[in-house]
């Protein structure tokens, strides 16, 4: 198991630096001069002239990428061209609110969407089945912005149960913390849910089929203890496997959802660099984004051996 750990690892040293690769190309080559967003309007030819050659941005992009890669080979992403803030200080202060909102709308994710698609499966067919499906694939189909701004409309604005928007970090009180992640974390967890629900229905559903569910039935076994005992624990890889795919799909919608409600985390922390050209800050939060996910598919990996002990590295 450690040596498949280490080999993971060392196998995403080549995707970490081909997505670097790409992003700075890509940021380099679209149109937009950061030189022009710092100077302004009124600024002379001259002025922006020397506003790259400080900046570095006169150079040409390949010696640009060699000093890029060998400062953060050294630790250092870079600093802010608009705050000159180094670009992990920036992330570090950000970072609350996201992984506050990923953590919570992961949790709520699981703890709605595999009882749903359990009971789904065990009533194949039936009322409950199409409700649970109906409600997947709304929740799947409407953006995450609109059901944000629907929640607010509702909870916010029509009841006045929430804040329409900001962050409260734990710090400053529980029920503070709650009021202000409870909107974001259901507007975020609405496609996650359905994601997970129509994924646990059917693999809880093609375990059924099996012969070893026909022989825990022959046994007397309750039908709950088959399906949590049994069915679920069976068909928990593919289960775990679409957790740690969506977490893709989880970044995307923290960018959104820090925007809709204009949380400061580093969802909103990539639309102002993005909008200013911020190019440090848009590589350090990419590359970061790539790691998580990274990450998060090797411990996916590990944990098939957990629930399939026939799986082994």
């Not at 670097?20 to 309007?41: C, S």
């Not at 409600?135 to 607010?152: C, E, H, Q, R």
């Not at 507007?187 to 026909?214: C, G, K, P, Q």
Request: aromatic share 8%; proline share 5%; hydrophobic share 55%.
């Amino acid at each position: 198991m450690f040596a498949f750990i280490l080999k993971r690892m060392a196998a995403a040293l080549p995707v970490m630096a081909v997505v670097a690769a790409v992003v700075f190309a890509i940021l380099r080559l679209t149109p937009g001069d950061p030189a022009a967003i710092l100077a302004g309007d009124s600024a002379t030819p001259e002025q922006l002239d020397a506003i790259r050659k400080n900046l570095g941005l006169d150079q040409p992009i390949y010696l640009q990428f060699i000093q890029w890669v060998g400062h953060m080979l050294q630790g250092d992403f870079g600093t802010s061209l608009l705050s000159g803030t180094p670009v992990m200080e920036m992330i570090s202060q950000r970072m609350g609110p996201s992984i506050a909102l990923c953590i919570s709308t992961i949790i709520v994710a699981i703890v709605v969407a595999i009882p749903l698609g359990v009971l789904a499966a065990w009533r194949q067919g039936k009322l409950l089945d199409r409700m649970v499906m109906a409600a997947s694939v709304l929740g799947f189909s409407i953006p995450v912005f609109v059901t944000g701004y629907v929640l607010i409309l509702m909870f916010s604005l029509g009841l006045g149960w929430f804040p329409v928007q900001g962050y409260k970090p734990l710090e400053e009180g529980i029920l503070p913390f709650l009021r202000s992640i409870t909107l974001p974390t259901l507007a975020l967890s609405t496609v996650y849910i359905a994601l997970i629900a129509r994924i646990t229905r059917t693999s809880v559903i093609e375990v059924m089929n099996e012969d070893f569910i026909r022989t825990a039935r022959a046994k007397g076994l309750s039908e709950r203890a088959v399906l949590l005992g049994h069915a679920l624990r069976n068909a928990a890889v593919p289960i775990v496997t679409i957790i740690g795919v969506g977490v893709a799909m989880l970044i995307g919608g923290v960018v959104v959802t820090e925007s809709v409600f204009n949380l400061p985390g580093l969802g909103r922390l990539v639309v102002e660099a993005v909008l200013a050209r911020d190019y440090p800050v848009i590589q350090g939060l990419i590359l970061l984004f790539a790691l998580v996910y990274v990450l998060i598919n090797l411990l996916v990996d590990v944990s098939y051996t957990i629930f399939d002990p026939r799986i082994r590295y």
